[in-house]
C-alpha cells in the first residue's frame, strides 16, 4: 500500500480556477451578443412608458415602478411574462396582508415588529424549501417593505400639514386625511405602482419579446453546424465543442420546457428533449474522436453532409430528406463511428417525425404533480438557517433605521432581501456587484442633479435622460451572471436619486441616505452570513459533484444482471448532466469567499477545469455502455463477460464511495488506492478491442482527477530541537 494509504484525507476543496483579468472580463462580458441590443431597447421603451405615466396619474413610488421593469425582464418573452404574471399576484396579495398587519397592530408598534419578523422568516423560509420560491420572497419582501414605508407615510400624516414643492412630496393628500385613511391610500397607489409595469412588460413581451422556441431552434442549429465544420476538419471547431460541452444542455432544456407557452414558432422539432440529448451526444462523440481518431478526420467527411442537411431541417422546420449514410472505422474508433451513426438516424428520425406536427403543448405527457414543499424542507436545516439570517439583517436594519430616525436609509432593508443567497461567495458576489452598481448608479444620479435637473423642463428632457442610462443598465444586465446584477443596480441607484418626485429636483438628501441605505445593508448582510452558519461554495460544489459521481455510479451499474434499460439510461444521463451543470453555475463566485472559508489546510483545489474532467467521463462510460449493448457483446465467452460485469460492479462501487469522500471527507485512503483497474481482455476481434481501450482510457482519466484532488502528502516532521541537538552531538 503506498506511503499516503494509511491517511484519512479531507474531501477536496473547491477552487474556481483561474478567472480571467478584469480587462478582459468586461471586454468579454459588454461585447455584443444576437438579441443583446433588442431587449435592451424593450427595456427603455417599457421603463419610459412607466414614468410618464406615474407622471401623469402621479403614481408614488416612480423609481420602484422603474427597477421592476428591469428585475423582472428575462432572456425570453416567455419566463418574463410567467415571472412578471406570479410577481402581480404575489405583489397584490402582499399587499391586502400589510393592510391586514397594519389593521392588527396600527396602535401596537410592540406586536408589529414581531409580526414582521415572523412573516419575514416564513416568505424566506418558503423561498428555500417551496417549488414556488420566488412567489414567497416576492411576497415576503413586499410586505417587510410596505411596513417599513407604511410607518413613514403615517408619520408623514401626525406631522402638521405644510404646503411647499409639490414634487417633493409623493402625496401630498396624506397630509390633509386621518392617518388610518393615509397609510391605506398609500399601499393602494403602491400595489397600482407595481402592477402598472408589470402590465406594460407583459404586453411589450407578448408583442415583441423572444420567443423561447426560436432561441432553442438557433442554439441547437448552431451545435450542428460547429458538428459540420469539425467533421469538414476547419481549425478551431475543437475549442468551439469543447466550450459546447463545458455549458451543458442545461440550458437548452429550460428553453425546451419553455417552447410550448406562445405557440407563435410553428417549426415543432425543437421541442423534442431527445433531439437536444442527440445534438450534445453528437458533440461529445466528436471530442472523443480527438482522443482516439485524431489521426483519421477523413472517416468523418460523410457526416458533414448529414450535419448541414439536419441544420438546414431544423432551421425550416421540415424533413431532412433521405437517412445520412454510415460512418465506418475500426479499432478504438469502431463504437465512435457506429455511435455518431446512430446518433445522427436518431437525430433525423425525430427531425421527419416533429416535422409539422402539433404543438408541443398538445404533445407532452402528463407527469406527476409537483409538491409544494421539497422533499427535506422540514429536515434540512440550512433553509431555518437561511431565513433566520435574512431576517436578522432585516430586523438589524429596521431598528437602526427607527433609533436613528433616518427613514431615508430604508434601501438597506431592501439590500437584506435582493443580496442575501444561499452560500458566503454568492452573497459577497451579489453584494459586491450591487456595491460597484449603486457607486455608479448614484454617481450618475448626482451628476444629473448639479448638470441637468436645472436645465430640465418638461418630460421630453426626463425621457432623454433616463433613456442612456437605462440602455446602459439593461445593457450590462443582459450580460453573464458575472456582471449582470451590477446593471440592475445601476438602474435601481440612479432611479432612486433622480425620480424623487412628479418633476425635476435638486435634492441631494435623498441621494445621499439611499445610497448610505445601500452600503450599510451591504455590510449588515455580508458579516451575518460570514460568520452565522457560513455555507461555503466548496460545500455545494461538493454536494453537485457526489451526486454526478453517484449517477455515474448508476450508468456504470447498468446492464450488470441483465439488458441496458434505455430509460434508465436516459434517466441516469440526464441527472449526471444536470448536477454538473449546477456545479459549474455555483463554483462561479467561489473566488468571493474568505480564505478562512474557502479554505482548509492540505487540501488540493477542485476547480472548474476539475469539474470539467469529471462531465467528460460521461464519454467513456457511455461508449462502453455501446459496445455491452452491441451485437458482439453476446460473441464474447460466458467467463469474460462475467469478468467485465464484476469489474461494472466493483467500478460502481468506487463511484459511490468517491461520491461519499466529495461530500464528507470519509474513505480517502480506499478511494486513492482503492479505482479498480481496468479487466484484462485477451482475444481477437474489432469489439474487444475497442473495450479494452475504453476501459484503459477510463481508468487513466480517473487515475488523473485524482492526482489532481487528492490528499497532499504530509510534510516530514523536523526533529525537535533537542533531538536535533543530541543527534549532533
Not at 474568505?594 to 488540493?604: H, K, L, N, Q, S
Not at 484532488?709 to 541537538?725: F, H, K, S
Request: charged content about 20%.
Amino acid at each position: 500500500m503506498k506511503a499516503h494509504a494509511a491517511r484519512r484525507g479531507p474531501p477536496p476543496d473547491v477552487d474556481e480556477g483561474d478567472p480571467p483579468g478584469l480587462t478582459a472580463l468586461l471586454r468579454r462580458e459588454l461585447r455584443p451578443t444576437p438579441g443583446r441590443l433588442g431587449d435592451s431597447l424593450r427595456i427603455v421603451v417599457v421603463v419610459l412608458a412607466a414614468v410618464a405615466i406615474a407622471e401623469t396619474f402621479r403614481i408614488p413610488e416612480m423609481a420602484v415602478s422603474a427597477y421592476i421593469v428591469l428585475f423582472l425582464s428575462g432572456r425570453e418573452a416567455a419566463s418574463t411574462v410567467r415571472t412578471s404574471l406570479a410577481a402581480g399576484i404575489a405583489v397584490v396579495l402582499a399587499i391586502f396582508v400589510t393592510i391586514a398587519v397594519f389593521m392588527l397592530s396600527l396602535s401596537e408598534p410592540a406586536l408589529r415588529i414581531p409580526l414582521m419578523a415572523v412573516m419575514t422568516f416564513g416568505a424566506m423560509f418558503l423561498s428555500r424549501a417551496a417549488t414556488l420560491g420566488p412567489l414567497f420572497f416576492v411576497a415576503g419582501f413586499v410586505i417587510a417593505y410596505g411596513l417599513t414605508l407604511g410607518d413613514e407615510v403615517l408619520g408623514l400624516a401626525l406631522q402638521p400639514a405644510t404646503i411647499g414643492n409639490a414634487s417633493q412630496f409623493e402625496l401630498p393628500e396624506i397630509f390633509f386625511v386621518p392617518p388610518v385613511e393615509a397609510l391605506v391610500r398609500f399601499l393602494l397607489w403602491f400595489s397600482l405602482a407595481v402592477v402598472v409595469p408589470i402590465a406594460l412588460l407583459i404586453a411589450a413581451n407578448l408583442l415583441t419579446g423572444r420567443d423561447p422556441a426560436r432561441l432553442l431552434r438557433n442554439a441547437l442549429a448552431e451545435r450542428l453546424a460547429t458538428a459540420a465544420d469539425f467533421c469538414a476538419g476547419e481549425s478551431g471547431t475543437e475549442r468551439r465543442l469543447e466550450a459546447q460541452a463545458f455549458e451543458g444542455n442545461a440550458q437548452l432544456r429550460k428553453l425546451h420546457n419553455l417552447a410550448g407557452v406562445f405557440g407563435r414558432d410553428q417549426r415543432r422539432p425543437v421541442w423534442r428533449a431527445s433531439l437536444i440529448d442527440d445534438i450534445t451526444r453528437l458533440g461529445l462523440l466528436l471530442l472523443a474522436w480527438l482522443r482516439v481518431g485524431s489521426d483519421n478526420r477523413n472517416a468523418l467527411l460523410p457526416a458533414v453532409g448529414a450535419c448541414r442537411r439536419a441544420e438546414r431541417a431544423l432551421e425550416g422546420g421540415e424533413a431532412p430528406g433521405p437517412e445520412p449514410v454510415t460512418i465506418t472505422a475500426a479499432g478504438a474508433t469502431r463504437p465512435l463511428a457506429d455511435a455518431i451513426t446512430r446518433t445522427l438516424r436518431s437525430i433525423y428520425e425525430t427531425l421527419a417525425a416533429t416535422a409539422g406536427t402539433a404543438s408541443p403543448k398538445a404533445k407532452a405527457a402528463a407527469g406527476s404533480p409537483e409538491r409544494l414543499l421539497a422533499a427535506d424542507a422540514f429536515r434540512n436545516p440550512e433553509y431555518v438557517h437561511f431565513a433566520l439570517k435574512v431576517t436578522l439583517a432585516v430586523m438589524i436594519c429596521y431598528f437602526v433605521m427607527s433609533m436613528t430616525d433616518w427613514p431615508g436609509i430604508h434601501t438597506c432593508i431592501i439590500t437584506c432581501f435582493f443580496v442575501a443567497l444561499g452560500t458566503v461567495g454568492d452573497t459577497l458576489h451579489k453584494a459586491t456587484l450591487r456595491f460597484v452598481g449603486c457607486l455608479i448608479g448614484a454617481g450618475l444620479g448626482l451628476g444629473a442633479i448639479l448638470l441637468l435637473m436645472p436645465r430640465m423642463t418638461d418630460l421630453g428632457d426626463l425621457f432623454l435622460l433616463l433613456a442612456p442610462i437605462t440602455l446602459l443598465a439593461a445593457w450590462i444586465g443582459y450580460g453573464s451572471e458575472r456582471i449582470s446584477y451590477a446593471g440592475w443596480q445601476i438602474g435601481l441607484a440612479f432611479y432612486l436619486v433622480v425620480l424623487q418626485g412628479y418633476g425635476p429636483t435638486i435634492s441631494m438628501y435623498t441621494a445621499r441616505d439611499r445610497t448610505i441605505g445601500i452600503l450599510f445593508g451591504n455590510i449588515v448582510i455580508s458579516v451575518i452570513f460570514m460568520t452565522i452558519w457560513p455555507v461555503s461554495v466548496a460545500n455545494v460544489v461538493r454536494t453537485h459533484l457526489a451526486r454526478a459521481l453517484e449517477q455515474l455510479a448508476v450508468l456504470v451499474d447498468l446492464g450488470v444482471d441483465g439488458e441496458i434499460s434505455p430509460s434508465a439510461r436516459s434517466a441516469a444521463a440526464t441527472a449526471f448532466g444536470q448536477a454538473i451543470a449546477q456545479a459549474r453555475a455555483v463554483l462561479v463566485n467561489d473566488p468571493f469567499e474568505t480564505r478562512e472559508v474557502r479554505r482548509a489546510a492540505r487540501r488540493r483545489p477542485i476547480d472548474a477545469a476539475v469539474v470539467e474532467q469529471v462531465g467528460l467521463l460521461f464519454i467513456p462510460i457511455s461508449l462502453i455502455l455501446d459496445l455491452r449493448a452491441d451485437s458482439g457483446w453476446r460473441d464474447l465467452s460466458e467467463p469474460m463477460r462475467d469478468a467485465i460485469g464484476a469489474h461494472h460492479q466493483a467500478l460502481a462501487g468506487w463511484f459511490r464511495q468517491a461520491a461519499s469522500w466529495v461530500r464528507s471527507g470519509e474513505g480517502a485512503s480506499e478511494v486513492i488506492d482503492g479505482l479498480p483497474e481496468p479487466p484484462t481482455l485477451s482475444g481477437a476481434g474489432d469489439h474487444l478491442a475497442a473495450l479494452a481501450t475504453w476501459y484503459r482510457l477510463l481508468h487513466q482519466d480517473i487515475r488523473k482527477i485524482l492526482d489532481e484532488v487528492g490528499p497532499q502528502p504530509q510534510p516530514a516532521m523536523a526533529p525537535p530541537v533537542g533531538d536535533a541537538l543530541h543527534a549532533a552531538g
